[in-house]
């Protein structure tokens, strides 16, 4: 099976502008996990949606927000971006209907805000 | 708050060394537990993993895990570091029936040739 893929890899973008970071989960698997993650701080879990609905949410600014479609693939946005935001963005996939549930994580996008 | 504590942020050994690497977590409940590896330039990847059973698990490239319910722990060991397992590590926590996986902060190793 094909991994998870993300994209793009790298991205450039200057404060107050918005983004948008594309991510294809592992055939079959229904949840798509996004995380943040910068030097110091690991990986904060921004927020994962399974079967197209926002299933839970962590704690980012309105900013952030997120979409999944029919076939799975998700979407995340942040609007008016800020320095603050250049950070690695992790994309993971699951299935949970077998149970506890691994998550299986993509290259990531890396984002830098001028 | 449910959180994951990794006690060292930074960990520098030389090749042949023993490891252990510190994690606590808060949560009162039943959790399933893991440890996760990011090597340079690759992909974050499953070390190994604790659902149930036998609290000493086995993950790969020679590193197991214990977790110690009283204790709140699930550190990580190694009793022979290699200079490729250069990488860093996450230690993250899973409330049984949540949907959501919470991270430590990670700790770097560095191994000395």
Request: proline share 5%; aromatic share 14%; charged share 15%.
């Amino acid at each position: 099976k094909a991994g998870v893929t993300q994209t793009p890899r790298y991205l450039i973008k200057t404060r107050g502008q918005q983004v948008t970071l594309s991510c294809s989960p592992i055939s079959g698997h229904r949840s798509v996990s996004w995380y943040q993650q910068t030097p110091g701080q690991g990986l904060q879990f921004l927020f994962e949606y399974f079967s197209e609905t926002q299933r839970n949410k962590g704690n980012f600014p309105g900013r952030f927000s997120g979409r999944q479609f029919s076939n799975s693939r998700s979407e995340m946005n942040v609007s008016t971006l800020e320095l603050g935001d250049s950070a690695l963005y992790l994309c993971a996939s699951s299935d949970p209907s077998g149970g506890p549930w691994e998550q299986f994580f993509g290259p990531g996008t890396r984002l830098t805000v001028l | 708050a449910q959180s994951v504590s990794q006690h060292n942020h930074h960990v520098i050994l030389s090749e042949a060394a023993s490891l252990e690497l510190g994690c606590n977590y808060s949560y009162g409940g039943t959790v399933n537990l893991f440890w996760y590896v990011q090597y340079p330039g690759q992909h974050l990847q499953l070390l190994l993993k604790y659902f149930s059973g036998d609290p000493l698990v086995k993950g790969i490239k020679g590193f197991e895990a214990e977790f110690i319910k009283s204790k709140f722990s699930f550190n990580l060991r190694k009793p022979s570091v290699q200079w490729s397992d250069t990488a860093e590590y996450f230690c993250a926590v899973s409330p049984l029936r949540d949907d959501k996986i919470i991270f430590g902060k990670g700790t770097r190793l560095h191994i000395l040739p």
